[in-house]
C-alpha cells in the first residue's frame, strides 16, 4: 500500500520531466532535409564550392595539412589509390605537387622506410579533408 503511494506521485512526475524534454528537444531540431513534409519536395541545398586557395596554414603542429583543392574525382578503393599520382615521391616534383611526409612511407610496426605508401595511410581521407566555404553546422571553440 504504501509502496503504490510513493510510486504513482514519482511516476508522474518522472513522466512530465519526459515529455516537457522531448518538447523541447523537437522544439529546436531542424532535419537537414527541411521542415517539409514527406509528400513535398524540399528545395535543393546550396552548394558549397570547395576552397582551392593555395595551401592551408595549420591550426596545431600535428595536424594532417588540409586538402587545398577538390578531390571528388580521385578514387581510394583496396587497389586504386589516384592521390598517390601526384603526392607519391616519384610524381611530386613532375605535378607541382608537395610529395607525402616520410611518416607515410614508415612501416607502423618495425620503423622501417618503405617505398610505397604503408597500409596505414593508405585512406588519405581519413585525415586529410578539403573545406568548403559552408557555414558551420554546429559552433566549435577549438583553440590550440
Ligand atoms: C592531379 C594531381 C593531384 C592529385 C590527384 C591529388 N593532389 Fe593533392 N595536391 C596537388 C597539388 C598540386 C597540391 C598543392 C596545391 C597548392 O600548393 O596550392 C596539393 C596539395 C595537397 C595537400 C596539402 C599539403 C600541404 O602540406 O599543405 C594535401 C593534404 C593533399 N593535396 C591531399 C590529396 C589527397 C588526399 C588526394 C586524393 C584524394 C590528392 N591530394 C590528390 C595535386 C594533386
Ligand atoms: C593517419 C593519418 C594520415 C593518413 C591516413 C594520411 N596522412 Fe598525410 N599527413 C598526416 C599528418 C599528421 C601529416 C603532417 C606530417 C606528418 O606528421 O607526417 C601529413 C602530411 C601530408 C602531406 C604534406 C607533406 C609535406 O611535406 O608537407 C601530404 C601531401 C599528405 N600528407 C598526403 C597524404 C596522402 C596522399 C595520403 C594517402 C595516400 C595521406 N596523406 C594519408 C596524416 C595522415
Partial sequence: MTVKRVLIPVVAVFAVAILLMANAIAG????????????????????????EDGRVPQNYRQ?????????????INLKVNQCMRCHNWQ??????????SETHYQDH???????DV????????????????????VENTFSE
Avoid at 595536424?63 to 578514387?75: A, D, N, R
Avoid at 610496426?109 to 617505398?115: E, I, V, Y
Fill in 28 to 51: 529546436n531540431v531542424t532535419s537537414l532535409r527541411g521542415q517539409v513534409d514527406l509528400k513535398e519536395t524540399n528545395s535543393a541545398a546550396t552548394i558549397n564550392h570547395v576552397v
Fill in 91 to 100: 610524381y611530386a616534383a613532375k605535378e607541382g605537387a608537395p610529395k607525402i
Fill in 118 to 137: 604503408v597500409p596505414g595511410r593508405w585512406f588519405c581521407t581519413q585525415c586529410h579533408v578539403p573545406q568548403v566555404d559552408a557555414k558551420p553546422l
Fill in 109 to 115: 610496426r618495425t620503423g622501417q622506410p618503405l617505398d
Fill in 63 to 75: 595536424q594532417p595539412p588540409l586538402i587545398p583543392h577538390k578531390i571528388e574525382k580521385y578514387q
